[in-house]
């Protein structure tokens, strides 16, 4: 095989690898093993590698690909999303939870987070994955559903934006403790327990 067609290849491979992993939580809505509840427009199911002790994620049947595709036509449908969420807290009193998008969402279907406060997971593994939910890059549902009544859409962050709120310097979410890194914020989590 030529250099090119080597190249060629494997980027073919590349591609189809990163798409099947950005269709995994379509994948996942018609697995069993990861459906916790579903009504006639939605399924809630479990985060393959949930960040917290309790995290799902709720996804419309219908074929949104991203919050970006929202418009004012969607609001019964998150209004949906919301009454599966007191559905949950009900369920999860012990917990404090929250319901949200990530602002750049990266895998494909629309998809809210509904995670707890606790954030001990093991698979907590990076800044990014910390301040995906607690900086403004997580979009509480309620803002979502009050940005689509006033303007019809849900703006995009720009990528210097994007950058910065995932490089957000470390902070718990529960005190003021300012940890030097995730090592040690993770360790201090237990404290609130
Ligand atoms: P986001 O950054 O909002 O696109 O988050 C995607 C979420 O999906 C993350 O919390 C991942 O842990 C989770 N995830 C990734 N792959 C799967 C999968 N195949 N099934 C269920 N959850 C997944
Ligand atoms: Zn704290």
New binding site residues.
Partial sequence: MSKRTSETVTQSVIEKKSKSWSL??V??MINPD?IIKQTDRIVV?R???P?AKI?Y?VLPREDISSIHKLNSSHIDLLNEFGLLFEQLKDQHQEFTLQAGF?AV???QRL?M?VISKDMISTWLKTKAHWN?FNTSFFLPYTDVIKELQNKGTITKIGPEKHKDLLATPLKCNQCSYVPKNLPKLKEHLLSHQ
Wanted: proline share 5%; net charge positive.
């Fill in positions: 995994g939580l994948n996942s990861y199911i985060d393959k590698y960040k995290h994620l990530h969402p990266s895998l998809h987070h995906s």
